[in-house]
């Protein structure tokens, strides 16, 4: 990928326990393996979803990515420089937001977190004013800005946790759950910001998230890992087919018939004029629809497209290898 700006390269990590045993027998030393030869490369600009289920390796695969971590295994370079090797020039190209670990003062208000942090990063005073202003006004801040931390709701702060990350133009941004806390128009606000920062300033976004809304709206590729390992690497759509996923159409036919007999797909259900049709997700709506529309009165139809959570159910059951 000629232009990556995250590549990681069959990289592990492994942590000691040591767990206690029963009178006075020394403890017994154990490694667990939380990451294993994970490979994937990550190109500039892109919004890429990072899921899995708790304790799956997100956390540590992200902690590797921003320096906080070293790999026991194998090599990886985001912006061009080794994390763990140089994590101070490292910062300043990229911006995290971990879940609901504040980067922020809690007992000071939120504008004055932001000045502390344009000294930080030496951000031109102009840059930074530019920046305040814009984020203020996308993220919905002007009224929180004399409030101190502590006194924010989980939401509030987490917008003001977003701001902060974006105040000296990263390259990269690394969000863990942003919209947790969020009430919908909140969840809507924060995901077309969002956009319009990847869209604008071609911020690479690495999002890790279980509201998997988030990956629908706002990702066209996502990464599936479990038990350290990545099971899926693929775009979104190509998702559904490999975990087996079925879509539903859902016809209103004039008056009430025995179930129809369409090539592609199987009745799951009749309730008077009212027939459900499943078929697989990666095939199109338009032949079953047509020959529908051909052989029978119809009045009215939806498809209902298949629940991502589903999907990944399955993916994890079946142990795919990357796609």
Same mark, same amino acid.
């Given at each position: 990928?000629p232009?990556?700006?995250?590549?990681?390269?069959?990289?592990?990590?492994?942590?000691?326990v040591?767990?206690?045993r029963?009178?006075a027998?020394?403890?017994v030393?154990?490694?667990?393996?939380a990451v294993? +030869?994970?490979?994937f490369?990550?190109?500039r600009?892109?919004?890429?979803?990072?899921?899995?289920p708790n304790?799956?390796?997100?956390?540590?695969?992200?902690k590797?990515?921003?320096g906080?971590?070293?790999?026991?295994?194998?090599?990886?370079?985001?912006?061009?420089v080794?994390?763990?090797? /140089?994590?101070?020039?490292?910062?300043?190209?990229?911006?995290?937001?971990?879940?609901?670990?504040?980067t922020?003062?809690?007992d000071?208000p939120?504008?004055?977190?932001?000045?502390?942090?344009?000294r930080?990063?030496?951000v031109p005073?102009d840059?930074?004013?530019?920046?305040?202003? +814009?984020?203020?006004e996308?993220?919905d801040?002007?009224?929180?800005?004399?409030?101190?931390?502590?006194?924010?709701?989980?939401?509030q702060?987490?917008?003001g946790?977003?701001?902060?990350?974006?105040l000296?133009?990263p390259e990269?941004l690394?969000?863990?759950?942003?919209?947790i806390?969020?009430?919908?128009i909140?969840?809507a606000?924060?995901? /077309?910001?969002?956009?319009?920062?990847n869209?604008?300033?071609?911020?690479?976004?690495l999002?890790?998230?279980?509201?998997?809304?988030d990956?629908e709206?706002?990702?066209?590729?996502v990464?599936?890992? /479990?038990?350290?390992a990545?099971v899926y690497d693929?775009?979104?759509d190509?998702?559904?087919?490999i975990?087996?996923?079925k879509r539903?159409?859902?016809?209103d036919?004039?008056?009430?018939?025995p179930?129809?007999?369409?090539?592609?797909?199987?009745?799951?259900r009749?309730?008077?004029?009212?027939?459900w049709l499943?078929?697989?997700?990666?095939?199109s709506?338009?032949?079953?629809?047509?020959?529908?529309?051909?052989r029978?009165s119809?009045?009215?139809?939806?498809i209902?497209?298949?629940?991502?959570?589903?999907?990944i159910?399955?993916?994890?059951?079946?142990g795919?290898?990357?796609?």
């Amino acid at each position: 990928m000629p232009d990556a700006v995250i590549e990681v390269h069959d990289v592990s990590r492994t942590f000691v326990v040591r767990r206690r045993r029963a009178g006075a027998l020394p403890r017994v030393r154990t490694e667990v393996r939380a990451v294993s +030869g994970l490979t994937f490369q990550i190109a500039r600009g892109e919004m890429v979803g990072y899921i899995g289920p708790n304790g799956a390796g997100k956390s540590t695969t992200v902690k590797m990515l921003t320096g906080i971590l070293v790999p026991t295994a194998g090599r990886l370079l985001v912006a061009g420089v080794d994390p763990a090797a /140089d994590r101070v020039r490292l910062a300043r190209r990229i911006g995290v937001v971990f879940g609901q670990r504040t980067t922020l003062w809690w007992d000071l208000p939120l504008r004055d977190s932001f000045a502390l942090l344009q000294r930080i990063y030496r951000v031109p005073l102009d840059r930074f004013r530019e920046n305040l202003a +814009g984020f203020t006004e996308l993220l919905d801040l002007r009224d929180l800005l004399d409030v101190p931390v502590r006194q924010l709701s989980l939401g509030q702060r987490m917008r003001g946790d977003i701001a902060a990350a974006l105040l000296h133009d990263p390259e990269i941004l690394y969000l863990d759950e942003p919209t947790i806390g969020l009430d919908i128009i909140s969840k809507a606000r924060l995901r /077309d910001f969002l956009r319009r920062i990847n869209a604008e300033r071609r911020v690479t976004v690495l999002l890790t998230t279980h509201d998997l809304t988030d990956i629908e709206q706002l990702c066209r590729r996502v990464m599936v890992i /479990d038990h350290g390992a990545l099971v899926y690497d693929g775009a979104l759509d190509a998702l559904h087919a490999i975990g087996g996923a079925k879509r539903t159409l859902v016809v209103d036919l004039a008056e009430p018939v025995p179930a129809v007999q369409v090539g592609g797909a199987e009745v799951t259900r009749v309730d008077g004029p009212r027939q459900w049709l499943t078929f697989p997700a990666e095939a199109s709506a338009a032949p079953l629809v047509a020959e529908i529309a051909a052989r029978y009165s119809l009045v009215d139809l939806s498809i209902h497209e298949p629940a991502i959570e589903d999907v990944i159910t399955q993916l994890y059951a079946r142990g795919r290898p990357t796609g």
